[in-house]
């Protein structure tokens, strides 16, 4: 509470973008730390079952405390695109991220079963493959739970680099507008 008796809303809480520097870092000491990744997607709906209210949107989304961040250096921000605002770009969004999901679970399994080698380095956008991260600790494990953090790690990346882009080219949360778990929050929030 504050001195004047009224409760304030606090918004987005300012320092969290070190989680998602962080959780980059982390994974040049052991991609398995790109299983993190999971918690970042699951996190949002546990608060929403227990609040009703989109709290990791509002109050503690690490990316878009980072996309806030690197978007404040611009003080001119340009309109949204209507794409941006009358939902087609949210649903291609969510369709990509949907498949990328969908692959990720499919190679996974492929993998466990022996059916086709791992792809140990990061890949962007699903299509563009770069290069396998320098690791500190040597990963022991299964095949198939590198390739499972390589391709959430990419995923996270990949999203990311769309967030800051669109936080330089229009405003600061301008990922928010697209951004697929807020979208699905969305649809769970609204009656």
């Keep these: 509470m504050a001195l004047d008796g009224k409760r304030r809303n606090p918004g987005l809480v300012p320092t969290l973008y070190a989680i998602t520097l962080l959780y980059f870092a982390l994974g040049f000491v052991s991609i398995h730390f790109g299983m993190l990744a999971l918690a970042c997607m699951s996190i949002p709906f546990i608060l929403l079952s227990a609040s009703g209210k989109k709290l990791w949107c509002h109050h503690y989304c690490p990316r878009s405390s980072l996309t806030t961040r690197t978007g404040l250096k611009r003080k001119n921000w340009r309109p949204l695109p209507k794409s941006f605002t009358d939902g087609f ?16 679970t499919g190679s996974t399994i492929q993998i466990a079963m022996g059916r086709m080698p791992p792809m140990p380095y990061v890949r962007l956008f699903i299509a563009i493959p ?28 990949s999203s990311t680099i769309l967030g800051i882009a669109f936080s330089r080219i229009w405003r600061p949360r301008a990922w928010c507008a697209v951004c697929p778990v807020g979208t699905l929050l969305n649809k769970h929030t609204h009656p």
């Excluded at 770009?89 to 990720?104: Q, S």
């Excluded at 770069?130 to 996270?156: F, I, K």
């Design 130 to 157: 770069l290069w396998p991260l320098p690791q500190l600790v040597e990963s022991t494990g299964p095949d198939w739970l590198a390739h499972l953090s390589y391709r959430l790690y990419s995923m996270m990346l």
């Design 89 to 104: 770009l949210r649903k291609v969004m969510l369709w990509y991220f949907g498949m990328n999901l969908l692959f990720i």
